[in-house]
């Protein structure tokens, strides 16, 4: 069974930052790379940073323009997604995705297992 639980997300001025958390089960973790998306309300599920679970290589969407780091705690199961400099269109839940099935480390399409996400709310 894959779990994936998100936390961090919250309200924050813009300009601010947030560390968002996904705790995985180990199941999540076979999959070859675990990845952060999200997703505004009528809009679709956007890709931000995917990591490579085998050596931790990161890959970025262009849209977060390098306000994003994305790395891991495998001691915890824990998934990171640093967010800086965050603006009000950053304004939309964050999700975790693990299940890859190869192609595109940004494309929801081919994540097959999803937490319930975490709200993020940039305010100026």
């Known amino acids: 069974q894959v779990?994936?639980?998100e936390s961090g997300g919250g309200s924050v001025l813009a300009g601010g930052s947030l560390r968002l958390s996904c705790t995985y089960?180990?199941?999540?973790y076979t999959s070859r790379i675990m990845a952060w998306f999200r997703q505004a309300p009528a809009k679709a599920r956007e890709g931000v940073a995917a990591l490579a679970t085998l050596d931790g290589r990161p890959f970025y969407a262009a849209?977060?323009?390098g306000r994003a780091a994305i790395n891991r705690d495998t001691a915890k199961n824990t998934m990171f997604l640093h967010?800086?400099?965050?603006?009000?269109?950053?304004?939309?839940?964050y999700y975790c995705a693990s299940g890859w099935r190869g192609g595109s480390q940004l494309d929801a399409q081919r994540f097959t297992s999803w937490g319930q996400g975490t709200q993020v709310t940039?305010?100026?």
């Open 3 to 5: 779990d994936l639980m």
């Open 122 to 124: 940039v305010s100026t």
């Open 63 to 65: 849209s977060v323009d």
């Open 83 to 93: 967010l800086n400099n965050l603006k009000p269109d950053d304004t939309v839940m």
């Open 25 to 28: 089960s180990m199941d999540a």
